[in-house]
């Protein structure tokens, strides 16, 4: 079947923009993640989804980040007034279990 | 809380020889391990885990990780590599309820000819 889709998978955009990032889960998983991967901080959790509740919301490095959850489906993580340091790959993942998580191809910010 | 730490930041290996990735996690909880891969230009794809049981999993494609709950560690071998194990390889822990993994900094494993 057809994996967890990420989309765009590129984007580009000046500083102090605004940025959605859209995520796209395996279909019926409950449970849905969203992690950044960058050079200095290699893999970082931001936030967790179950259903369309947050949980977890304990990684989002400031106010500027938010994500919502549709429908127990489609998920958006929005990036406000955007900054250099926020330029990485996100990724999103999701899953069925508490035991294993699928991850998408990831989109690549980068803020110039 | 709970933190993971591979040990080498690459290894480089030639082909057919034997390597091991090193990973050690605390936690003060019960947890879960994993080990994912990322190939050049691809997505994280979920190696092997362990959740219970047997101490050593096992992959499809002949690698294998033992957790050691009082070294606190869970390397993973493979004892004849391919070039196209060229990859970087990354540890990661979840508590046993689930929830978000924690990532180690990942090895890059590099096979030559």
């Known amino acids: 079947g057809a994996g967890v889709s990420q989309s765009p998978s590129n984007k580009v955009t000046e500083k102090g923009k605004d940025v959605e990032l859209r995520c796209d889960p395996i279909?019926?998983?409950?449970?849905l993640y969203w992690y950044r991967q960058s050079l200095g901080q290699g893999l970082e959790f931001l936030i967790y989804?179950?259903?369309?509740?947050?949980?977890?919301k304990s990684g989002l490095p400031s106010d500027r980040f938010s994500a919502e959850r549709t429908g127990g489906s489609v998920s958006t993580l929005t990036i406000q007034r955007t900054q250099q340091e926020d330029s990485a790959v996100y990724l999103c993942?999701?899953?069925?279990?508490?035991?294993?998580?699928?991850f998408g191809p990831g989109t690549r910010l980068t803020v110039t | 809380a709970q933190s993971v730490t591979q040990l080498d930041s690459q290894v480089p290996v030639f082909e057919e020889a034997p390597v091991e990735l090193r990973c050690n996690y605390s936690?003060?909880?019960?947890?879960?391990l994993f080990w994912y891969v990322q190939y050049p230009n691809q997505g994280l794809q979920l190696l092997l885990k362990y959740l219970s049981g047997s101490t050593l999993v096992e992959s499809i494609n002949g690698f294998e990780a033992e957790f050691n709950k009082s070294q606190t560690s869970f390397h993973l071998r493979k004892p004849s590599v391919h070039i196209s194990d060229t990859a970087e390889y990354f540890c990661a822990v979840s508590t046993n309820q689930g929830g978000k993994l924690i990532f180690g900094q990942g090895t890059e494993l590099s096979v030559k000819p």
């Open positions: 993942a999701s899953s069925e279990t508490r035991y294993e998580q699928y």
């Open positions: 989804f179950q259903g369309n509740s947050a949980p977890d």
């Open positions: 936690s003060s909880v019960s947890v879960y």
């Open positions: 279909s019926g998983h409950t449970a």
